[in-house]
């Protein structure tokens, strides 16, 4: 069983930054795929961000690319979402997810464990 916590979030001005945490209870924390999801509301879960196992290819929603930076650190388990000039249209809940594909993925459904989720609230 995995156990992923964020943190990170909260109420930030339009073109301010947030940096997001997920730390995973896991002892193999380098066998997962990792990912960010959102969900705003009244609309579905949409991917953000993925990266692999080893930290070394990502990939991002075009809605965030070049605004957005996820990384990892395998040896503290924990996977990080770096949100610059943030938008009101990135309200929403988000959240991290692990999964053990081969390859990354922006599928929901491929993802195994999910974190509760941490709010981020970007005001114009």
């Known amino acids: 069983q995995v156990q992923l916590v964020e943190s990170g979030g909260g109420l930030v001005q339009a073109g301010g930054s947030l940096r997001l945490s997920c730390a995973a209870s896991v002892r193999t924390f380098s066998s997962y795929v990792m990912g960010w999801f959102r969900q705003a509301p009244g609309k579905e879960r949409e991917f953000v961000a993925v990266?692999?196992?080893?930290?070394?290819?990502?990939y991002y929603a075009d809605s965030v690319k070049g605004r957005f930076t996820i990384s990892r650190d395998n040896a503290k388990n924990t996977v990080y979402l770096q949100m610059n000039s943030l938008k009101p249209e990135d309200t929403a809940v988000y959240y991290c997810?692990?999964?053990?594909?081969?390859?990354?993925?922006?599928?929901?459904?491929?993802?195994?464990?999910w974190g509760q989720g941490t709010q981020v609230t970007v005001a114009s």
């Open positions: 997810a692990a999964g053990t594909m081969v390859v990354i993925t922006t599928t929901p459904s491929r993802y195994d464990y």
């Open positions: 990266i692999n196992r080893s930290g070394s290819m990502r």
